[in-house]
């Protein structure tokens, strides 16, 4: 193996993929970058065995190809003291790396490519297109309702869904929901799969990029994904994901509109004697004025009230606060729709010029 590279470029590509790298005394591979070179392309690939990401690059057609592994860490500070308009010049010798950088020299030690866990036999069910800025607004939407921790394994991830006409985002970790929704043609194969909270912060950050179509593939036990230079591929949770849609109201009446702004800014003021572990509130409405309630455990209270455009009947719930103040953090729009559950056992917000998006928050008992 032999090959020559900028080292702005090296970089720029490095910094992309070396939050993988773990520091793993059981399987020191994992703190190691797989290098390839083929067909005039060098690939660099880390891994934390739940979530893989390769980069690859054109390069010149002066190199040799072949593969290794060397300490992803150790690479990336070698570059970075480098100058910044050296080239890199990296050959494989007798099972060490010599890289030669201006006047630096540095051998380092390789494991072998063959050891290094990867998704190459990657076999995909159904296939489709989506655009970045959207899929990255579904998570943004949706990923602060996924659990933690949570024993139902299952929660702590992201629902993608195909189901008819549209392609959903879910998360919820049992106390809230959140559930974005967007149009995909009728002819792509149906699919329900569970990305893992750490898949989805990773890729939520990869999305940053100037609007474009990516590529999705579902595979059977990993989501791989195309964004420009780079293959996202994570590993799914296995668990029937609840049934979301039965949640959600069939029919909608009388909502209550909120100000975004200044519901926000009133449970703000409440938050701040509120319960430390149940971080519960009061929300009562009656004759157009809204008022909200809290008191601690050291017996302090607040009370904070505003008039609002309301003449339905007299309101009184209880609810998680934070749970609250997530969802208008999220949300763009300067009012809000909320919708309390017949049975009075849930709410359902909307944004008021957004229909794609809808939350759902279980009241707390009174």
Same mark, same amino acid.
């Given at each position: 193996m032999k090959f020559k590279i900028k080292n702005t470029i090296l970089i720029k590509h490095l910094q992309k993929i070396n939050r993988l790298l773990t520091k793993n005394t059981s399987f020191p591979i994992l703190e190691n970058i797989l290098i390839t070179i083929k067909d005039g392309i060098l690939s660099l690939t880390t891994t934390n065995l739940e979530i893989e990401l390769i980069s690859n690059i054109k390069i010149s057609n002066n190199n040799i190809s072949g593969s290794t592994t060397i300490a992803g860490r150790k690479l990336l500070d070698i570059c970075?003291?480098?100058? %910044?308009?050296?080239?890199?010049k990296m050959h494989l010798k007798k099972n060490k790396m010599h890289i030669i950088s201006h006047n630096s020299i540095y051998i380092l030690t390789t494991l072998p490519s063959d050891n290094f866990p990867n998704n190459n036999d990657f076999y995909h069910v159904s296939e489709f297109y989506i655009s970045s800025n959207i899929l990255k607004k579904m998570i943004e939407k949706t990923q602060f309702s996924m659990g933690k921790q949570d024993v139902r394994y299952y929660l702590n991830g992201m629902l993608l869904e195909k189901k008819g006409a549209f392609f959903y985002a879910v998360a919820t970790d049992g106390y809230r929901l959140a559930i974005a929704q967007t149009f995909l043609k009728e002819d792509i194969i149906p699919f329900s799969i569970v990305v893992p909270r750490k898949g989805i912060? %990773?890729?939520?950050?990869?999305?940053?990029?100037?609007?474009q179509l990516i590529r999705i593939l579902i595979g059977k036990n990993n989501i791989r994904i195309y964004i420009e230079e780079l293959i996202f591929t994570a590993q799914l949770i296995e668990g029937e994901y609840p049934d979301y849609q039965s949640v959600l109201l069939k029919i909608k009446n009388n909502p209550i509109v909120f100000n975004s702004k200044l519901l926000k800014q009133s449970l703000s003021r409440a938050a701040i004697l509120s319960h430390e572990k149940f971080c519960g509130i009061e929300m009562h409405i009656r004759n157009g004025q809204f008022t909200v309630l809290s008191d601690n455990q050291e017996e302090e209270t607040a009370q904070?009230?505003?008039?609002?455009?309301?003449?339905?009947?007299k309101v009184e719930i209880s609810i998680n606060v934070y749970y609250i103040l997530d969802i208008l953090n999220s949300i763009t729009s300067e009012n809000i729709f909320l919708y309390i559950n017949d049975i009075n056992n849930s709410i359902q917000i909307e944004a008021e010029n957004d229909t794609s998006i809808a939350y759902v928050v279980m009241l707390l008992k009174r």
């Amino acid at each position: 193996m032999k090959f020559k590279i900028k080292n702005t470029i090296l970089i720029k590509h490095l910094q992309k993929i070396n939050r993988l790298l773990t520091k793993n005394t059981s399987f020191p591979i994992l703190e190691n970058i797989l290098i390839t070179i083929k067909d005039g392309i060098l690939s660099l690939t880390t891994t934390n065995l739940e979530i893989e990401l390769i980069s690859n690059i054109k390069i010149s057609n002066n190199n040799i190809s072949g593969s290794t592994t060397i300490a992803g860490r150790k690479l990336l500070d070698i570059c970075r003291n480098s100058l %910044e308009l050296s080239n890199i010049k990296m050959h494989l010798k007798k099972n060490k790396m010599h890289i030669i950088s201006h006047n630096s020299i540095y051998i380092l030690t390789t494991l072998p490519s063959d050891n290094f866990p990867n998704n190459n036999d990657f076999y995909h069910v159904s296939e489709f297109y989506i655009s970045s800025n959207i899929l990255k607004k579904m998570i943004e939407k949706t990923q602060f309702s996924m659990g933690k921790q949570d024993v139902r394994y299952y929660l702590n991830g992201m629902l993608l869904e195909k189901k008819g006409a549209f392609f959903y985002a879910v998360a919820t970790d049992g106390y809230r929901l959140a559930i974005a929704q967007t149009f995909l043609k009728e002819d792509i194969i149906p699919f329900s799969i569970v990305v893992p909270r750490k898949g989805i912060v %990773e890729l939520y950050r990869l999305l940053n990029v100037q609007p474009q179509l990516i590529r999705i593939l579902i595979g059977k036990n990993n989501i791989r994904i195309y964004i420009e230079e780079l293959i996202f591929t994570a590993q799914l949770i296995e668990g029937e994901y609840p049934d979301y849609q039965s949640v959600l109201l069939k029919i909608k009446n009388n909502p209550i509109v909120f100000n975004s702004k200044l519901l926000k800014q009133s449970l703000s003021r409440a938050a701040i004697l509120s319960h430390e572990k149940f971080c519960g509130i009061e929300m009562h409405i009656r004759n157009g004025q809204f008022t909200v309630l809290s008191d601690n455990q050291e017996e302090e209270t607040a009370q904070d009230t505003f008039m609002i455009n309301y003449s339905g009947n007299k309101v009184e719930i209880s609810i998680n606060v934070y749970y609250i103040l997530d969802i208008l953090n999220s949300i763009t729009s300067e009012n809000i729709f909320l919708y309390i559950n017949d049975i009075n056992n849930s709410i359902q917000i909307e944004a008021e010029n957004d229909t794609s998006i809808a939350y759902v928050v279980m009241l707390l008992k009174r």
